[in-house]
Structure formats: structure tokens, C-alpha cells
């Protein structure tokens, strides 16, 4: 019996120790979360009303951006119909802000015509300027389509490019205004800002569908960002099975003529369909930079938005004020491990020291576990609330002491010796701490299941901190006060004896049996 008792203490020890022992070799500490760490905050809202399954891959998307951009630990999770993006730590919140939010719906388009500047309707006498409704665009006619002139072959057999009549402007689309990002609708026609592909300042575009299938980002398989032969930053990519096919017919249908890639309403580049056979891959050359390759090539890598987002609140925590929460958790923790410690040893003596060492096990056990939890692919992250849930379990993790040491206490009042009460006390006591732990378990399990935002936190330190506590009064309190309680030199000793913790002196003892004879 005694063998049990000490293997199951040294066990439980050598479990709480290895898990930090762990976690430190392997260099790993809790992630912090926003308001610890400091970062950003944002909240994302939907254009318009979509179903929970488009705001989940909408999550998603975000999340393999932030994890290609090689943000740590984000956090994305929706909250009733928005997105809540919290980024601990980050050093570029604008940057990030902008990329993640990116809808990044491309499409392949062809170019149809050129377009003048738009002219808003006058406003005439006595009235205000009637704001023109959007209308799809007609397809340019005549001389002004370009998909039947833009490429022509010059007498030594090379392409040369010469822009035709088209780029002069069809003055019909004057009145069109240019397509919105919401009204980017690839079955139909859009005019679109021509960034430098074609003289003039707009382009009209076809339809991204060929023979009844969308030519969109989502054949790109994988994309890089390169520099070419001319030292120019452009986008490679790969094609999926699927999207070769579709492709080869945009090459073959638009061959020698300009396709525009758009992008969330922004054309990019607009080369011309040199071959008719695309090998799996091509490249997207336009202005790019370092940067904004690598962006356009992140953003086809982990695909578009399936909805469109609008930002509704944007909030940076300064790393300053997370460090001064953080300092101003782990004091009021210390501080209340401190007072409970000196309390239970003045008042338990040994028995205090039993819930000094009880304290300590779990504390490197948790400490390690959120720290695996944290590097792992479960991803937490300890917030303000997470430590106050540690600070509250700190009592819970008492209070079992607590019931055991006084059922302990009033077995001993009751005449019986300690070697003899402790292990019968531990299972009448034992019932009462499960029931407690249930109670505070199920709580949390709930406020974990119906919370949002930092709530969460707190119920799940919460619930991890009682199961701890149930495991840890088995196998280490209950192991290790028996053995106390069989030791003369702890029971008995003059300051510390387990006996004087549990009133339990010579004294105590004559008057219980005085009381029995009488």
C-alpha cells in the first residue's frame, strides 16, 4: 500500500514537471492574446445578408492569409453575422488590415474597348444632379472592338502591337459609369478603370465565362511572385486540372488579343494571349513591386472571399498597455498564491505544506499545457480573461483542500487517530469535491459553449483548471497526506505536526474524551 502511495506521487510530480519541462525545451511559452500582447482588433460585417456557411470559409480564407503572411497565432471567428479578427503581436497592423479584408476575387476577362471618362448627368436648373443607376454596358461594335484588331504581324513575321482605333474612346460609354466592386458581376459586361493598359483612361470588359464555365482564381492552383528577364516583378502560376482546360479556351477563343485580370474591380494587367496552349501555367505581369506581388500572389494562393466585407471597427492595443495587464495579472496572481500559502500554513501547519507542494504541481502542469496548447495546432492564446479564470481556480483548487483537511479534522475530533482517519475521510470528502468540481466544470462548459470574445478565455481556464484539480486530489493529495499521516515526525512535530493543524493536540484529545465518559 505504502509502495502505491508514493508511486503515485512521484508519477503525478514527474507528469507536472515533465509537461514544463517540455514546454521549456522545446523553448515554448503561452501565446498572449491581444489585450496582453497588444495588436489589432477588427470586425468584419458582410456587404449583405449571406448564409453562416459563406462566413465560415470566409474565416477560413482569412485565417491561410494570415498564416501565409506568417502571422502568430491569429485569431478569426465569427460572432453572430460578423468576423472578428484579433492579431496579437503584429508589427504592420495596416499592411495586414489590408490584405486580409481584400475580397481578391480575380477574373480573366477580355478586353473589348476603350471607354472615355465618365460624365456624371448635370444637374439643371432648380434641381439637384440626378445620381445615374448602374447599367451593364453593350458590347462595342464596328471599329471600336478590339478583340478583331489589336494584333497584327509585320512584314518580317514578327507580333507587333499597335493599339487600334478603339483607344480613342467610344464616346457612347460616357454616360456608363464605371463598375463598383458590388456590381463586378462576371456573367456580365463592366467598364473599369484601365490603369495604364490601353491609352484610354477606361476599358470595356466581357464576361469571365467561356463556353459556359468561369474563368475566375479559383483554377489558379498555386502562385508565386518572380522577377522576369527585364528584372520586373510579376506573378507565375500554376493551373489546376480543371482550370488548364478553361485556360486553353480563353487562348484559343482570344488569341493575339488583350485578357484583363480583375481584381476586386481593378484591372492589373491586360497582356495579350500570345499562344493558343498554355502548359499548366502562365504569369500576370503588370506595375508590381516586391510587395504587391507577393500580396496578389497570397491572395490566389488561399483563394477569395466568397463574400464581399465591409470594416466596422478597427481597434489597436498598444504593447505598452498589454504589458502593463499582463504585470498587472501575474502580480495579482502571485499575490493571491502568497496569501493563500502563508493562510493554510499557519492554520493546516504540515498539512499547508501539502497544499503549498498541491499548488505548485498544478500550476507547472498548467503552465506547461497551455504553453503546448498554445505552439500547437489547437492554437490558444491566454487573454486577460484566461488569467483571471487561473486566479478564480486558485480558490476551487483550495476549497478541495479545504473539505478534505476539515473531514480529516472532525474524524480526528471524533476520537480517532490520524493514520487511521486519513484515508477515510478522503473518500466521504472525495464525494463533495467531485460534486463541486461538476457543478464549476459544467458552468464553465456552458459559458464556453454560449460566450463569445473573451468569455470564452475565462470558461476555458476555468474548466481546464477543475479537471486538474479533480485528478490532483486523487493521485497526489490523497497519496501524500496518508503518508504524512503515518509519519510521527510530521504528525507530531511541535510547530508544523499535522495534529496541531487539525486541533487535534493532547489537550483537544482529553476533552474529547472527557466529553465521551461524561
Given at each position: 500500500m505504502?509502495?502505491?502511495?508514493i508511486t503515485?506521487?512521484?508519477?503525478t510530480?514527474?507528469?507536472c514537471?515533465?509537461?514544463?519541462g517540455g ?6 511559452h503561452?501565446?498572449l492574446?491581444?489585450d ?6 477588427v470586425v ?16 477560413n480564407v ?10 502568430a497565432q491569429?485569431?478569426v471567428?465569427t ?6 479578427v484579433q492579431?496579437?503581436g503584429?508589427?504592420?497592423p495596416q499592411k495586414?488590415?489590408?490584405?486580409i ?6 477574373f ?6 476603350g471607354?472615355?471618362?465618365?460624365i456624371?448627368?448635370k444637374?439643371?436648373?432648380g434641381?439637384?444632379?440626378i445620381?445615374?443607376?448602374y447599367r451593364?454596358?453593350?458590347t462595342?461594335t464596328?471599329a ?8 497584327v504581324n509585320?512584314?518580317?513575321g514578327?507580333l507587333?502591337y499597335?493599339?487600334?482605333?478603339a ?7 460616357a454616360n456608363?459609369?464605371?463598375?463598383s466592386v ?18 484610354a ?20 492552383a498555386?502562385a ?10 510579376i506573378?507565375?502560376?500554376?493551373l489546376?486540372s480543371?482550370g488548364?482546360a478553361i485556360?486553353?479556351d480563353?487562348a ?24 493558343t496552349?498554355?502548359p ?5 505581369s503588370?506595375n508590381?513591386n516586391?510587395?504587391?506581388?507577393s500580396t496578389?500572389a497570397?491572395?490566389?494562393?488561399y ?8 470594416q466596422?471597427?478597427a481597434?489597436?492595443v ?13 502580480l495579482a ?5 502568497l ?15 501539502v ?5 505548485a504541481t498544478?500550476?507547472a502542469f498548467?503552465?506547461g499545457?497551455v504553453s503546448?496548447?498554445?505552439n500547437?495546432?489547437f ?13 478564480v481556480?486558485?480558490?476551487?483548487t ?5 473539505v ?5 479534522k472532525d474524524e480526528v ?8 482517519s486519513v484515508?477515510k475521510?478522503?473518500?466521504?470528502a ?24 473573451a468569455v470564452?478565455?475565462?470558461?476555458f481556464?476555468?474548466g481546464?483548471?477543475?479537471l ?19 509519519n510521527?515526525?510530521?504528525t507530531?512535530a511541535?510547530?508544523l505536526?499535522?495534529?496541531?493543524g ?9 476533552k474529547?474524551e472527557?466529553?465521551?465518559t461524561?
Open positions: 505504502r509502495r502505491k502511495l503515485s506521487v512521484i508519477v510530480t514527474l507528469i514537471i515533465g509537461t514544463l514546454a521549456l525545451a522545446a523553448n515554448w503561452p501565446k492574446g491581444l496582453l500582447a497588444g495588436g489589432l482588433s468584419f460585417v458582410p456587404a449583405h445578408a449571406v448564409p453562416q456557411s459563406e462566413l465560415q470559409t470566409a474565416v482569412m485565417d491561410n492569409r494570415l498564416n501565409g503572411l506568417g502571422v491569429p485569431n471567428s460572432e453572430g453575422n460578423q468576423i472578428v492579431l496579437p503584429v508589427k504592420n495586414v488590415l489590408q490584405i479584408g481584400t475580397t481578391a476575387q480575380l480573366f476577362r477580355p478586353v473589348l474597348g471607354a472615355p471618362a465618365y456624371p448627368p444637374a439643371t436648373k434641381h439637384k444632379a445620381k445615374a443607376t451593364e454596358p453593350p462595342p464596328g471600336y472592338l478590339f478583340t478583331s484588331k489589336y494584333a509585320n512584314s518580317s514578327t507587333t499597335s493599339p487600334p482605333i483607344d480613342s474612346e467610344d464616346p457612347i460609354y456608363y459609369p464605371t463598375t458590388s456590381e463586378d458581376n462576371p456573367s456580365q459586361n463592366v467598364i473599369l478603370p484601365s490603369n495604364g493598359q490601353i491609352q483612361p477606361r476599358m470595356v470588359l466581357g464576361p469571365a465565362y467561356i463556353n459556359g464555365q468561369e474563368a475566375d482564381g479559383q483554377i489558379i498555386s508565386t511572385a518572380a522577377l522576369n528577364q527585364s528584372s520586373q516583378w506573378v507565375q502560376f500554376t489546376t480543371s488548364g485556360f486553353n480563353i484559343k477563343k482570344y488569341y493575339r488579343t488583350l485578357v484583363a485580370d480583375d481584381l476586386d474591380g481593378q484591372v492589373i494587367s491586360a497582356p495579350i494571349i500570345e499562344s496552349n498554355f499548366g501555367s502562365g504569369q500576370i503588370g508590381f516586391s510587395s504587391t506581388a496578389l497570397l491572395d490566389l494562393n483563394g477569395s472571399l466568397p463574400v464581399r466585407l465591409v466596422e471597427t481597434q489597436t498598444s504593447p505598452s498597455l498589454g504589458s502593463s495587464s499582463l504585470t498587472a495579472g501575474l496572481g502571485i499575490l493571491g498564491l496569501l493563500v500559502m502563508i493562510y493554510t500554513i499557519i492554520y493546516y501547519r504540515a498539512l499547508g505544506v497544499v503549498l507542494l498541491g499548488l498544478t500550476a498548467i503552465y499545457l503546448i496548447l498554445g500547437t495546432s492554437g490558444l492564446t491566454l487573454d486577460l480573461s484566461g488569467v483571471t479564470g487561473l486566479i481556480s486558485i480558490g476551487i483550495v476549497d478541495s483542500y479545504v478534505y483537511f476539515e473531514r480529516l475530533r471524533a476520537g480517532k487517530s490520524i493514520r487511521a484515508d475521510s478522503f473518500k466521504s472525495y464525494r463533495t469535491i467531485l460534486s463541486a468540481d461538476a457543478v464549476s466544470f459544467l458552468a464553465a462548459l456552458i459559458l464556453w459553449i454560449l460566450s463569445v470574445g470564452k478565455g475565462f470558461a481556464m476555468l481546464l483548471s477543475t486538474v484539480d479533480v485528478l490532483t486530489s486523487y493521485f497526489f493529495t490523497r497519496p501524500l497526506v496518508i503518508l504524512l499521516g503515518s510521527r515526525l510530521f507530531e511541535r510547530w505536526g499535522v495534529a496541531r487539525l486541533d487535534a493536540g493532547r489537550k483537544d484529545k482529553q474529547i472527557s466529553g465521551a461524561s
